[in-house]
């Protein structure tokens, strides 16, 4: 299965702010996933990125609060922006080979 | 709209019992389920996952169950241990799985006592 790499694994940051979020890939990939977990609950799909193209966003999420980039076929980046306390949660990628699906160990999210 | 209900929230059973979580979908054109299991502080890992074209799969003490006309699934662990006490997540996705978004249940929390 493929190896991701996301950084930062934790943070903390004030209101206001903004963060992005790496996801490094060992293979390439066509289309590559970005998922929120708010404490204690399950994943929600935040964006689909394809490279090449603009991400697809999911009902209740906007590209200008959580901006996508997708350079090449193994790197996307996912930024939240103007974060508000609400906005902490763990925040994952994740990709697909054929053979299933391969999640980050996340981005911990604090805002204070 | 929920589309894959997943029950229950909590399981707590005895080391060595067989805890058994059950979801149910309703997009009748979803075709690859899996099951992901996740520990505090980790991403989810896939466990195993199965199609609708068999009725049972094994792979160790994990099996999954798919009943296709009542669009039910469920796992089932065996000789559990307190090392699967995890957060266990159902999922559906279309089209073999690949390339198409999952969609999850809410999750069961899963503990095993010694």
């Known amino acids: 299965s493929a190896v991701i790499s996301q950084k930062p694994s934790r943070d903390i940051c004030q209101r206001g702010t903004s963060l992005t979020i790496q996801c490094q890939v060992d293979?390439?990939?066509?289309?590559m996933f970005w998922y929120r977990q708010q404490p204690g609950q399950s994943l929600t799909l935040i964006a689909t990125a394809n490279q090449g193209s603009e991400a697809t966003y999911e009902s209740g999420f906007v590209i200008d609060k959580f901006p996508i980039s997708r350079p090449n076929l193994t790197f996307s980046t996912l930024t939240v922006s103007n974060m508000s306390p609400e906005d902490s949660s763990i925040y994952l990628c994740s990709v697909s080979l054929g053979y299933g699906y391969t999640f980050g160990s996340g981005t911990r999210l604090t805002v204070v | 709209q929920q589309q894959v209900k997943q029950s229950p929230q909590s399981l707590i059973v005895q080391k060595g019992g067989i805890p058994i979580i059950n979801c149910a979908y309703e997009?009748?054109?979803?075709?690859?389920f899996p099951w992901y299991q996740q520990f505090p502080g980790k991403g989810p890992a896939l466990l195993i996952a199965?199609?609708?074209?068999?009725s049972e799969k094994k792979e160790g003490r994990f099996t999954i169950s798919f009943n296709k006309s009542a669009k039910q699934f469920s796992l089932h662990i065996m000789d559990s241990q307190p090392g699967d006490s995890a957060t266990y997540f159902c999922?559906?996705?279309?089209?073999?799985?690949?390339?198409?978004?999952?969609?999850f249940g809410k999750g069961t929390l899963l503990t095993v006592n010694p």
């Open positions: 997009n009748t054109a979803f075709d690859y």
């Open positions: 293979s390439q990939v066509t289309m």
């Open positions: 199965i199609r609708p074209d068999v």
């Open positions: 999922a559906a996705s279309l089209s073999g799985g690949s390339n198409y978004k999952l969609t």
